[in-house]
């Protein structure tokens, strides 16, 4: 069973830095891609980034040059550098193995495992 621990949010001033991390287990990582999600109140979960088992990667348009997702095959996790925060940017977010995913068009299917999240405030 999937099982995944985000970490790294906080309250941080609009323009501020965030690092967020996901430990995943139960998976076999390296096969897998790997996404952040956020959820904001009142909000849809929305995918925001997703990175391919070797490590390309792509953004949803609203985080596009400010957030970059990363991962370490080794300790099985995957990071997220959220930089120049915005108000809009407040929300849970969350991390999922992806199945069936497209770089291109970020469509995917996450797992039917979720986190606990990470709440992020701006």
């Known amino acids: 069973q999937v099982q995944l621990v985000e970490s790294g949010g906080g309250l941080v001033q609009p323009g501020g830095s965030l690092r967020l991390s996901c430990l995943a287990s139960?998976?076999?990582?390296?096969?897998?891609?790997m996404g952040w999600y956020r959820q904001a109140p009142g909000k849809q979960r929305e995918l925001v980034a997703g990175?391919?088992?070797?490590?390309?990667?792509n953004y949803a348009d609203s985080v596009k040059g400010r957030f970059t997702i990363s991962r370490d095959h080794a300790k099985k996790t995957v990071f997220m550098q959220m930089n120049s925060l915005k108000a809009e940017d407040t929300a849970d977010y969350y991390c999922n193995a992806l199945k069936n995913f497209t770089l291109g068009s970020m469509k995917e299917s996450p797992t039917d495992s979720w986190g606990q999240g990470t709440q992020v405030n701006s």
């Open positions: 990175i391919t088992s070797d490590g390309s990667t």
């Open positions: 139960g998976i076999i990582f390296s096969i897998y891609a």
